[in-house]
Structure formats: C-alpha cells, structure tokens
Nanobody, 126 residues
Framework: QVHLVESGGGLVQAGGSLRLSCAAS????????MGWFRQAPGKEREFVAA????????NYANSVKGRFTISSDNAKNTVYLQMNSLQPEDTAVYYC???????????????????WGQGTQVTVSS
C-alpha cells in the first residue's frame, strides 16, 4: 500500500504562484509514475502533469505547459508541482496519484493510477 499526502494549496490572486507537495510513504518502490490531476466543481478529473521517479520523463497537459513544473525529491519521496501565472480557471482540487508498473505510456490516464491522495484545494481569484 502507498499513502499519499498533498499540501500547499490555498488562495492566490491571478498571476500568482503556489507550490504543491505530495509526500509518498509505504511501498513506494513499486511505483513508477507520479501524477497530478485536478477536478473543478461539476467537471471531470483532468490530467495536469506526471513524471517518472527516475526523472527521465515528464508529461504536461497543454493547458499548463510553460506555467507548471513537476519535479521530485527522491530522497524525500516527495513530488512537487510548481504553479506559476495562475489563472481563475486553474481553480480546482488538486490530487496526487501514483502508478505501479514500468511504463509511462498511460501517465495521463487517471484510471491507470493505483493510489490517490486526499486532494488539496487551489483557488485563484480574479
């Protein structure tokens, strides 16, 4: 079992920045891909960004490319999402997720993820 805990959400004005953290614990040695997803009220959960623990691969949704950066600190089993130039449409609950296996092919498929955090709210005011 893998336990994921997100932190760093909050209220920020448009154009501002936030950094989300996701601390992983438990049987993390089986996980290969770490992802961030978000869900706004009344909308489906959508992919934001993903990476491999090895650091060799990253993937971003088109809507966040150039504004968000995903990174990891393997020594701390922690994944980060640096969010810059935030806009009101970025308002959502942000979830961290972990995927077992050895393929990055499905990094943007939420159903392929095995573990999820509880989520952290990000609100961007205009």
């Amino acid at each position: 079992q893998v336990h994921l805990v997100e932190s760093g959400g909050g209220l920020v004005q448009a154009g501002g920045s936030l950094r989300l953290s996701c601390a992983a614990s438990g049987r993390t040695f089986n996980t290969y891909v770490m992802g961030w997803f978000r869900q706004a009220p009344g909308k489906e959960r959508e992919f934001v960004a993903a990476l491999t623990w090895s650091g060799g691969k990253t993937n971003y949704a088109n809507s966040v490319k150039g504004r968000f950066t995903i990174s990891s600190d393997n020594a701390k089993n922690t994944v980060y999402l640096q969010m810059n130039s935030l806009q009101p449409e970025d308002t959502a609950v942000y979830y961290c997720a972990a995927q077992n296996g050895a393929s990055f092919l499905y990094s943007d498929y939420p159903k392929r993820y095995d573990y999820w955090g509880q989520g952290t709210q990000v609100t961007v005011s205009s």
